[in-house]
């Protein structure tokens, strides 16, 4: 062996020796740190992953549609991984001053440092200095930090014992000889606890001056550095500013004593005020800016949609670990425009003081892409008023549904799932009935008002206006109870049923979900809409019209982008043809009846939100519904490009119905969201049904 290697191996052993001794403040004897062996005091030649690959938690920002407005952030620490070339130079030079003057000379163990810290702590007695280089610390801090390690691991990484400082020394001797010093020193700015709840450099410097690391000055980055010796106390936003001033003092003085800072510098530098500018992160859907607080029921629907993906963990609670420390970039679908004007819409409809709600969603059809989420309710956790669940602070989900919201009765919305069911079996649109005031079905019912001899028998709300001759055009347009009861006597309520459920519309009561379990053959008055919903999955299933047939399961998120950069998902990936084209063109042939505009083959004779479509100037489709005795109203419309569904209820109290009149604001509600949504947008028109699907007969037939 020659002498080179003599020496380092020298130098390994007597590090390794020294360190255990300073640790133990001389209080363990000679042989028992000896008798750690050789074994354990030689380097490691293959770094631990933790170290390799370091996974420190990152928080993850949640934006807009347009990928730079900040709706809200999710971290278990802040911090945010920059490159070390992002750093002001002054910075990287004061906390190599504050933490180890030496960093650029020694391997990752100070010799030096160790004998002054095994001097000083055996005369003084105790743990004084423990001689930690830059490249130790930033080993201790990715140990205790790694998610993948357990939790006796990371505990170990920071115990104080012999044993951890001389694996702590030779996982540091072996880092350097695989990492440059920038990526190691890079590497510690990124990790490092800098107090406040900042850790990293980059969230440091936006908590204390709402800045950015390249941006520092000499006095911030010398206070920042000054910090990590002692963040908890020395922090000057909640702990001890004065201790911070003199930490930064100290750091300027170890800047001059090592040539990195002329004198005069320091002294301009230490007389400098502190100018703090906090910032702080916000953390969780409650903590979008307030000004934006109606922005925090899509960003709680979005975490909904994270915890249900199955490529982020294996549990709800994996993922959330995933997101809160994945560092994820996330785009989402919301339109900060479209929001505002729904919020606006919304509450016009009722205002927040208002025990009623009128959920509202926008969706892109094609896409699956929810572009608004509103609701006359503040997201919070404040206490409500007589014992109130939902008003008028919340944090459940009264647009789409789930944590125990199961909806509300969306009433003759569900009509279109009869025409569809129709439409798909054969069934042409002038498929005509000469509809009744009220209708005996089959179906068997225990007992209520719609009950003739156990019978289901449905009753038209306006007989004079809708009882008569009908075709699906009509029928539709002037929402004909009898003439779909009728129809669904014809296809099967079984059909249906199915019908709804593939275009979205989820089952969450557990009744609800029985029956179309067990009961679908026999269940007439689900084609008028007594089943619970939500405006989120009303809107998406007349999307799927919109769309020609093409179904796509509502997404809050539009890109994903891990912590490297690398994009991981983009748009939605769950879109699929659910309906024959032809059936979708029909079914939004039929829907322009009811809100004023006119069917490609002129069969529209009346609707019951006519002033819909002549004030939106654009081809337009639609329904509307009520449930029995109003107790809840529904308006949905669309366009190709848009669909919109609002519902009129009271999510604390179903007794409390909402009446007739509020559908009249609901119906102006709708058309001026649509207006503004679709202002820079194209006029683009329906694509006519074929005529084989219109009519029984093959001849045109243009007649009104």
């Not at 951890?164 to 020394?169: A, F, G, Y």
């Not at 604390?652 to 119906?667: H, L, M, S, Y």
């Amino acid at each position: 062996m020659n002498r080179a290697h003599l020496d380092k191996l020298f130098t390994v052993l007597l590090a390794g020796v020294l360190a255990g001794l300073a640790l133990a403040a001389a209080a363990l004897p000679a042989a028992l740190v000896f008798g750690l062996g050789f074994k354990n005091l030689m380097p490691y030649t293959a770094l631990p992953e933790s170290l390799r690959t370091p996974q420190p938690a990152q928080r993850s920002n949640l934006y807009a549609n347009d990928g730079r407005t900040l709706i809200t952030s999710f971290y278990v620490e802040d911090r945010v991984d920059v490159p070390v070339a992002e750093v002001a130079p002054v910075m990287r030079q004061a906390i190599v001053a504050a933490e180890d003057v030496r960093f650029y000379q020694h391997h990752g163990v100070d010799l030096r440092g160790v004998v002054r810290a095994f001097t000083v702590n055996r005369r003084e007695g105790g743990t004084r200095q423990g001689a930690s280089t830059l490249t130790m610390q930033y080993v201790r801090n990715a140990l205790a930090g790694d998610p993948r390690l357990t939790e006796q691991q990371r505990a170990a990484a920071t115990e104080v014992t012999v044993g951890r400082k001389v694996r702590e020394m030779r996982y540091a001797l072996a880092l350097e000889r695989e990492l440059s010093k920038d990526e190691i020193l890079g590497r510690y700015l990124n990790i490092a606890y800098f107090g406040a709840g900042a850790y990293g450099i980059a969230a440091a410097s936006k908590r204390y001056f709402s800045t950015t690391p390249d941006k520092l000055t000499l006095a911030q980055a010398a206070l920042l550095a000054g910090l990590v010796r002692s963040p908890d106390t020395d922090d000057p936003i909640n702990g001890d500013a004065d201790a911070a001033i003199g930490r930064r003092a100290y750091v300027l003085d170890r800047m001059v004593e090592t040539g990195q800072l002329a004198a005069a510098d320091a002294v301009r530098a230490k007389a400098e005020q502190l100018h703090l500018k906090p910032s702080a992160t916000p953390n969780d859907c409650a903590a979008v800016p307030e000004e934006h607080n109606d922005w925090a029921f899509f960003c709680d629907w979005f975490t909904q949609w994270w915890n249900a993906q199955p490529a982020f963990g294996k549990s709800e609670d994996e993922r959330q670990r995933t997101l809160r420390r994945g560092g994820w970039k996330i785009v989402t679908s919301l339109d900060p425009d479209v929001q505002r004007m729904a919020t606006e819409q919304v509450l016009r409809i009722y205002a927040t003081s208002n025990q009623r709600a009128a959920p509202t969603a926008v969706v892109q059809p094609g896409t699956g892409r929810v572009l608004a989420m509103a609701v006359n309710r503040t997201y919070s956790v404040a206490a409500n008023p007589d014992g109130q669940q939902n008003y008028p602070n919340t944090v459940n989900q009264l647009v789409a549904g789930g944590g125990g919201i199961v909806g509300y009765q969306a009433g003759s919305t569900f009509k279109l799932f009869a025409l569809l069911a129709a439409l798909e079996s054969g069934l042409p649109l002038d498929t005509d009935f000469d509809a009744p005031r009220i209708y005996v079905t089959d179906f068997p019912v225990d007992g209520g008002p719609a009950s003739c001899g156990g019978y289901w028998c449905p009753e038209n709300a306006s007989p004079s206006w809708m009882d008569g001759h009908r075709t699906m055009w009509s029928a539709f347009g002037r929402s004909v109870n009898t003439y779909f009861a009728w129809l669904t006597e014809r296809v099967g309520a079984d059909r249906v049923v199915e019908m709804a459920q593939r275009l979205g519309i989820v089952l969450r009561s557990p009744s609800d979900a029985k029956l179309a379990r067990e009961g679908a053959k026999n269940w007439g008055p689900f084609t008028l809409g007594v089943v619970d919903t939500t405006p989120l999955d009303v809107a998406n299933a007349y999307a799927t019209v919109a769309a020609e047939g093409v179904w796509c399961r509502p997404t809050p998120v539009t890109s994903i982008t891990d912590a490297t950069g690398r994009k991981v998902a983009a748009g939605n990936t769950d879109c699929r043809q659910v309906l024959d084209t032809d059936v979708a063109r029909a079914a939004a042939d039929a829907s322009r009846c009811p809100v004023g505009d006119q069917s490609m083959y002129r069969r529209c004779d009346g609707g019951t939100a006519e002033e819909l479509a002549p004030g939106l100037r654009r081809p337009l489709a639609g329904k509307t519904g009520s449930s029995e005795r109003n107790a809840t109203e529904t308006v949905v419309a669309f366009t190709p490009q848009l669909a919109v569904a609002t519902i009129a209820a009271n999510p604390d109290n179903p007794q409390d119905a909402v009446g007739g009149g509020v559908q009249t604001r609901q119906i102006s509600a709708v058309g001026n969201l649509l207006a503004y949504a679709l202002r820079d947008e194209p006029v683009r028109d329906f694509v006519p049904p074929s005529q084989s699907i219109a009519y029984r007969q093959t001849a045109p037939r243009t007649g009104n």
